[in-house]
Nanobody, 128 residues
Framework: RVQLVESGGGSVQPGGSLRLSCTASEYTFDGKCVGWFRQAPGKEREGVAAISRSGHATYYYYSDSVKGRFTISQHNATNTVYLHMDDLKPEDTAIYYC???????????????????WGQGTQVTVSA
């Protein structure tokens, strides 16, 4: 059974940084699309970043709200995808989920329906 597990969430002050990790069992991230989503209370789930490998090319996708502050990366040796978050703001407070699927593209990486496998989420809280 495929399981995705997020870690690295926590509480941080505005302007701080966190690094989230997503690991998988019974599933290899290499050659797939892995995305990070977040959901704040009372809001819809939002795609924030994704990484997709196709052949020798790697594609990176970011939402406008996090572009320039968040960086997604992948470490194949440990089958881990990271989301490094800098300059965190109170509006970044949410539960963060990683998700995986066979492929994604510029027109669908941010859609929840694109992804097959999901983790349980990790809480990120940004407050003074």
């Amino acid at each position: 059974r495929v399981q995705l597990v997020e870690s690295g969430g926590g509480s941080v002050q505005p302007g701080g940084s966190l690094r989230l990790s997503c690991t998988a069992s019974e599933y290899t991230f290499d050659g797939k699309c892995v995305g990070w989503f977040r959901q704040a209370p009372g809001k819809e789930r939002e795609g924030v970043a994704a990484i997709s490998r196709s052949g020798h090319a790697t594609y990176y996708y970011y939402s406008d709200s996090v572009k320039g502050r968040f960086t997604i990366s992948q470490h194949n040796a440990t089958n881990t995808v990271y989301l490094h978050m800098d300059d965190l703001k109170p509006e970044d407070t949410a539960i963060y989920y990683c998700a995986a699927t066979s492929a994604c593209f510029s027109l669908n990486w941010y859609m929840s329906a694109t992804y097959i496998h999901w983790g349980q989420g990790t809480q990120v809280t940004v407050s003074a």
